[in-house]
Structure formats: C-alpha cells, structure tokens
C-alpha cells in the first residue's frame, strides 16, 4: 500500500521559515516524480514544486521561486520542502502527491496523495 506522509507545517510569523517533509511508503521515490500542492481556503489547488527523484530536475511555481527548494533524499525515501521568506498568502494546506511517468503541476496525473499538512503564515 502506498502512503504519503506530510510533517513540518505549523504557524509561523511573515519572513520566517519552515520545512515540509514528505515521508513516502509503499513505493520507490526514483520512479516518480514528487509533487507539493497547497489549497487556501476557497481556492483552488495549486502546484507549488516538483521534482523528479531519478535525474534531479525540479519545477517551482513562479510566486515561490526563489523562496522555496525541493529537495529529496532517495535512500530515506523522504521529499523536503524547505520555505524561506514566507508571506501571508503561502497560508495553506500542503500537500505532496507523486506521480508515475509524469513531471508538472497538473493534479490529474498524481497517483498518490497525501492527506496534507497545515502552514500559517501570521504578520
């Protein structure tokens, strides 16, 4: 059975840092590709980064660019998250999600989903 496991989220004041980890089961990450979404309340969900475990390449939305790195440890079998400078509209639910033979921000073409992690972002 595959799990995601999201941890790291929590309330943080503006300019502060947090890290996300993505603890996966069930599934080796070097064949998927490894995907954070965040979900405001009535919004829409959004991809925020992504990485291919298998060659490195990694993807950031352009309103975290600069901001956040995606990163994974392939012998833990863990993705990271780590979000620097954050603003009042990083506030959302964070999710990770993986996907087999796919690599971008489109929701459909993830798998497996995590059940999502919390981040505040207070000024």
């Known amino acids: 059975e595959v799990q995601l496991v999201e941890s790291g989220g929590g309330l943080v004041q503006t300019g502060g840092s947090l890290r996300l980890s993505c603890a996966a089961s069930g599934l080796t990450l070097y064949d998927y590709a490894i995907g954070w979404f965040r979900q405001a309340p009535g919004k829409k969900r959004e991809g925020v980064s992504c990485?291919?475990?298998?060659?490195?390449?990694?993807f950031y939305a352009d309103s975290v660019k600069g901001r956040f790195t995606i990163s994974s440890d392939n012998a833990k079998n863990v993705v990271y998250l780590q979000m620097n400078s954050l603003k009042s509209e990083d506030t959302a639910v964070y999710y990770c999600a993986a996907a087999e033979q796919y690599y971008g921000f489109n929701p459909a073409r993830y798998n497996y989903w995590g059940q999502g992690t919390q981040v505040t972002v207070s000024s």
């Open positions: 990485i291919s475990s298998s060659d490195g390449s990694t």
